[in-house]
Every structure is written in structure tokens, then in C-alpha cells.
């Protein structure tokens, strides 16, 4: 019999290429969505119809072992969260709520319903909560021993998540993993965040749909990978015989002005000053000014590495947004 697995955050980019890797391993697919009229329902429907989607809510815990029973599964991969950084400033409590007391509430569901003993559970932890400080490892980067300093209800919140995750694991017995994920991009990533922002705004003024793009800070410099490539280790890490926590990352580092440079070649230009405006209200009240991950444990125990570099996550991104936009052009 095939393996039955369901996905918190279905309708993220991380769900759309997670989902797309348990299928085509012959995995029956459960996916998570909040509320009757979820817009992002219908794209679901459309584009992985071999998607069996519940709803539920990580708020709402009796949602939860609702869809616990329903499902069944073997695997439960907990993608959902208030994932942007800057939103979780402007809403800390809700950030708070979901991302971080809903991770206890799905861990609650699992448990009450019986599956603590069955049920391998993957939480999607971040690189955020390492928060770019005590950065005392320089050229080898954070590894799953770092200490944590979030700077934002984001971080914190995601902290919370990894925790009471260790906690069950090592209270109950569960078999628990999380992944501390660097930046994971791609042409799934939602639009408000600043690469996929880039790579869109680039389209555009190659198509003459618009005439700039408006960024807060450009020097930051994050870990950033392909997350199609990122989703392989999530599942890598519940096939394990014993669960754990791992660092994925690509071991070095780009600034938002090199993603910027790069993304601006692909359609030609090559200074890309004229065309970026910075805005302060993109600006963070904490900035995390570089994030490094060290996936050596990754690579070591799971045999997981990265396919896509920088420069063609970069191309494939834009490549994406171009053809996206294109049918836009009134002729």
C-alpha cells in the first residue's frame, strides 16, 4: 500500500513542490486549507488535481484532529505558518497564533488521536531564528548547534515551533524532525517576497509594464536555494530510522544587489541603479544583516545537496515571470 501523507500550507510554494515530489513516489496526498472560500482552492484543484484537500485551520485544534482522523497519515508535514518577516512586525499576535501555537496544536491533534508512535512528523523550522547575531563562525556558517537570537515575531514564533517539536519527540516518543531552512526561492514564491518581487518587477519593465521597482534595504546578505531542491530534504528526513533537526542551506552567501544585478543581466541591462527606488517603509525595524547556513549534516546523513545555483535560481525565476507577463502586452 502507498504511503499517505498531509501537508499543512498546501496552496505555498512549498506545499505545490513537496506535493509534487510525494506524488510522483506514489504517496496519496492530503492537503490542508483554511476556509470554504480559500481562493487559492480552486489553483489547487486546477494544477494538482491528485491533491485530496481538508479543511482545517492551525488555530481551530478540533479542525485538526478532524483532519488527522480523515486522513490517516503516515506523514504529516506542517509548511503553514504567517511565513512573511515584515507582515509578522505589523502582526505579531496572529504570527504568534499561527506559527507558533498552531504547531502545537497540530502536535496535540497527532497525539490525542493516537499516532504519536505511527505518525512521522516534519516542522518547518527557519534560519531566522539563528536572527544573524553572535555570527562567530565566519566562512562556516550556522549549523543545527548555533544558538538562536531571533529578530522578529516571525523568528520568535518559528522558535516556539522548533521547540515544543523537540519537546514532543522527546517527551512522547514521536518520530519529529525539523528542517532549519535557509532562503528557499523559486517560481512558486509568493510575490511579496523580495526575490520573487525582483524577478516579477524585472518582467515587467523588460515589458514595459512598468518603470521601477521599490525595495527597503539592499545590502542584507541571505543563504538562498531552490525550493524544489529543499523539499527533497524534508522528506529525506522522515525516511530516516531515527528523527532529528537539519540545516538546509547552500553554504554561501548573496545580497539583495547581487540578486538584483543578476536578475537585470537576464534582460539585458546592466546597471540596474536607474531602475530600484528604496523606500522606507520596506524598511524592518530589526534588520538581520547576513545569514549563512552549514548543511554539512545534511550532506552527510541524509545525502541531500543542492541542484540549482545561485545564478540559474536567479535565471529561472525571471524566465518564469517573463512568460508569465507577457500575455499582459496589448497589441
Not at 110 to 139: C, H, W
Not at 195 to 214: C, M, P, W, Y
Given at each position: 500500500?502507498?504511503?499517505?501523507?498531509?501537508?499543512?500550507?498546501?496552496?505555498?510554494?512549498?506545499?505545490?513542490?513537496?506535493?509534487?515530489?510525494?506524488?510522483?513516489?506514489?504517496?496519496?496526498?492530503?492537503?490542508?486549507?483554511?476556509?470554504?472560500?480559500?481562493?487559492?482552492?480552486?489553483?489547487?484543484?486546477?494544477?494538482?488535481?491528485?491533491?485530496?484537500?481538508?479543511?482545517?485551520?492551525?488555530?481551530?485544534?478540533?479542525?485538526?484532529?478532524?483532519?488527522?482522523?480523515?486522513?490517516?497519515?503516515?506523514?504529516?508535514?506542517?509548511?503553514?505558518?504567517?511565513?512573511?518577516?515584515?507582515?509578522?512586525?505589523?502582526?505579531?499576535?496572529?504570527?504568534?497564533?499561527?506559527?507558533?501555537?498552531?504547531?502545537?496544536?497540530?502536535?496535540?491533534?497527532?497525539?490525542?488521536?493516537?499516532?504519536?508512535?505511527?505518525?512521522?512528523?516534519?516542522?518547518?523550522?527557519?534560519?531566522?531564528?539563528?536572527?544573524g547575531l553572535d555570527y562567530n563562525?565566519?566562512?562556516?556558517?550556522?549549523?543545527e548547534n548555533a544558538l538562536f537570537h531571533?529578530?522578529?515575531?516571525?523568528?520568535?514564533?518559528?522558535?516556539?515551533?522548533?521547540?515544543?517539536?523537540?519537546?514532543?519527540?522527546?517527551?512522547?516518543?514521536?518520530?519529529?524532525?525539523?528542517?532549519?531552512?535557509?532562503?528557499?526561492?523559486?517560481?512558486?514564491?509568493?510575490?511579496?517576497?523580495?526575490?520573487?518581487?525582483?524577478?516579477?518587477?524585472?518582467?515587467?519593465?523588460?515589458?514595459?509594464?512598468?518603470?521601477?521597482?521599490?525595495?527597503?534595504?539592499?545590502?542584507?546578505?541571505?543563504?538562498?536555494?531552490?525550493?524544489?531542491?529543499?523539499?527533497?530534504?524534508?522528506?529525506?528526513?522522515?525516511?530516516?530510522?531515527?528523527?532529528?533537526?537539519?540545516?538546509?542551506?547552500?553554504?554561501?552567501?548573496?545580497?539583495?544587489?547581487?540578486?538584483?544585478?543578476?536578475?537585470?543581466?537576464?534582460?539585458?541591462?546592466?546597471?540596474?541603479?536607474?531602475?530600484?527606488?528604496?523606500?522606507?517603509?520596506?524598511?524592518?525595524?530589526?534588520?538581520?544583516?547576513?545569514?549563512?547556513?552549514?548543511?554539512?549534516?545534511?550532506?552527510?546523513?541524509?545525502?541531500?545537496?543542492?541542484?540549482?545555483?545561485?545564478?540559474?535560481?536567479?535565471?529561472?525565476?525571471?524566465?518564469?515571470?517573463?512568460?508569465?507577463?507577457?500575455?499582459?502586452?496589448?497589441?
Amino acid at each position: 500500500m502507498s504511503k499517505v501523507a498531509l501537508i499543512t500550507g498546501i496552496t505555498g510554494q512549498d506545499g505545490y513542490h513537496l506535493s509534487e515530489l510525494l506524488n510522483n513516489k506514489g504517496y496519496k496526498v492530503y492537503g490542508l486549507i483554511r476556509g470554504q472560500q480559500n481562493p487559492k482552492k480552486i489553483i489547487v484543484e486546477q494544477e494538482q488535481p491528485y491533491i485530496d484537500l481538508i479543511e482545517g485551520d492551525l488555530t481551530d485544534p478540533a479542525s485538526l484532529v478532524q483532519a488527522i482522523e480523515t486522513a490517516q497519515p503516515d506523514e504529516v508535514y506542517n509548511l503553514a505558518a504567517v511565513s512573511h518577516v515584515g507582515y509578522s512586525f505589523r502582526n505579531p499576535i496572529l504570527t504568534a497564533e499561527v506559527t507558533g501555537k498552531g504547531v502545537l496544536n497540530l502536535l496535540e491533534a497527532i497525539r490525542v488521536t493516537g499516532g504519536e508512535k505511527k505518525v512521522r512528523f516534519y516542522q518547518a523550522s527557519t534560519s531566522e531564528m539563528f536572527g544573524g547575531l553572535d555570527y562567530n563562525r565566519p566562512g562556516k556558517g550556522y549549523d543545527e548547534n548555533a544558538l538562536f537570537h531571533p529578530r522578529s515575531p516571525y523568528g520568535a514564533a518559528k522558535l516556539y515551533g522548533h521547540w515544543i517539536t523537540k519537546n514532543y519527540r522527546e517527551s512522547y516518543g514521536m518520530h519529529a524532525s525539523c528542517g532549519i531552512l535557509f532562503n528557499h526561492e523559486g517560481e512558486r514564491r509568493g510575490i511579496e517576497f523580495v526575490t520573487r518581487k525582483i524577478s516579477n518587477a524585472v518582467a515587467k519593465i523588460h515589458l514595459g509594464l512598468q518603470d521601477h521597482i521599490e525595495l527597503g534595504n539592499l545590502d542584507p546578505k541571505r543563504d538562498w536555494g531552490y525550493a524544489g531542491d529543499y523539499v527533497e530534504g524534508m522528506w529525506l528526513m522522515l525516511q530516516q530510522e531515527e528523527p532529528g533537526d537539519y540545516v538546509l542551506a547552500t553554504g554561501e552567501t548573496h545580497s539583495i544587489k547581487d540578486f538584483l544585478e543578476l536578475a537585470f543581466k537576464e534582460i539585458g541591462v546592466d546597471d540596474w541603479k536607474p531602475y530600484v527606488r528604496q523606500n522606507p517603509k520596506f524598511m524592518r525595524p530589526a534588520e538581520v544583516d547576513i545569514l549563512l547556513g552549514n548543511p554539512e549534516k545534511a550532506e552527510r546523513v541524509l545525502g541531500w545537496k543542492r541542484k540549482v545555483d545561485f545564478e540559474n535560481l536567479v535565471k529561472l525565476m525571471v524566465k518564469h515571470d517573463l512568460e508569465l507577463e507577457a500575455p499582459r502586452i496589448i497589441t
